[in-house]
C-alpha cells in the first residue's frame, strides 16, 4: 500500500497530476479540487488509496486526508466503485457526503454523475452508521463545478479578499470565456472587472 506519494508536480491534465518520485514519474486520478492546488514545478505531498484489478493499478491522490477517508469508506457501499467515489469527491465535499448521508439526502447524492435515485438510498443506508459526522459546521456545500480553471479563480479571488458567494458569481458572467482550453489569469482578471463594476 503507498500511503502517500511526495515529489515534484511534473504535470497537471484535467484529470490527473504526475510527480516525480526518485527519478519515477507517478500518475494520480485526483479530482478538480485537488488538481487546483497543484503548480508544475512545485513540491506537493498528497494521501494516496491504490486501487489494484486483475489487469491494472490506479493510484488515486487527494488533497488531504479526509477526502482519503471518504473515498476509500463510499467504497465500501455496493455498487460503489473508485470511480463513482471520485466523482462524487468532484462534486460534494467529505463534510458534504457525510451531511447527506447523515441527513438522508438522496436529492444532494442524486447530483453526482452516475448516481440515481436508488443507489443514493443505498449508499445512505450502508453508509449511515459508519461515515461519521461532519468535521466542520455549515449547509451541504456541493461543488457545482468540476473544470479545474474555476477552482483556480475562485482560489485567485477569495485570495484578494472576495467572498466565496462574489467569486462565484463573477466565474459564471465569465464562463462564456473560457473556451476549450481556458487562460486562468486572463479569466481571472475578467471576473475582477466584473467585481469591481458590481
Known amino acids: 500500500m503507498i500511503a502517500f506519494v511526495r515529489g515534484e508536480v511534473a504535470e497537471v491534465t484535467l484529470t490527473s497530476a504526475v510527480l516525480e518520485v526518485g527519478g519515477v514519474g507517478l500518475e494520480l486520478m485526483c479530482t478538480p479540487n485537488t488538481l ?38 463510499v467504497q465500501t457501499a455496493s455498487g460503489v466503485g473508485p470511480k463513482l467515489a471520485q466523482a462524487m469527491l468532484a462534486v460534494l465535499t467529505p463534510d458534504a457526503v457525510r451531511r447527506a448521508v447523515a441527513g438522508d439526502d438522496v436529492r444532494t447524492l442524486t447530483a453526482v454523475p452516475g448516481i440515481g435515485q436508488k443507489g443514493a438510498q443505498r449508499i445512505i443506508l450502508e453508509l449511515k452508521d459508519r461515515i461519521g459526522a461532519p468535521t466542520s459546521g455549515g449547509a451541504p456545500v456541493r461543488a457545482t463545478v468540476s473544470e479545474p480553471w474555476r477552482d483556480q479563480v475562485q482560489q485567485g479571488l477569495v485570495g484578494l479578499g472576495w467572498s466565496a458567494r462574489d467569486a462565484d458569481k463573477a466565474i459564471e458572467s465569465v464562463a462564456d470565456q473560457a473556451g476549450d482550453r481556458p487562460d486562468v489569469a486572463a479569466l481571472l482578471r475578467s471576473a475582477l472587472r466584473t467585481l469591481s463594476r458590481a
Do not use: C, N, W, Y
Open 36 to 73: 487546483a492546488t497543484l503548480r508544475p514545478g512545485h513540491i506537493a505531498t498528497l494521501p494516496t488509496s491504490m486501487v489494484v484489478r486483475e489487469d491494472s493499478l490506479t493510484l488515486f491522490g487527494f488533497v488531504d486526508d479526509d477526502e482519503k477517508q471518504v473515498f476509500e469508506l
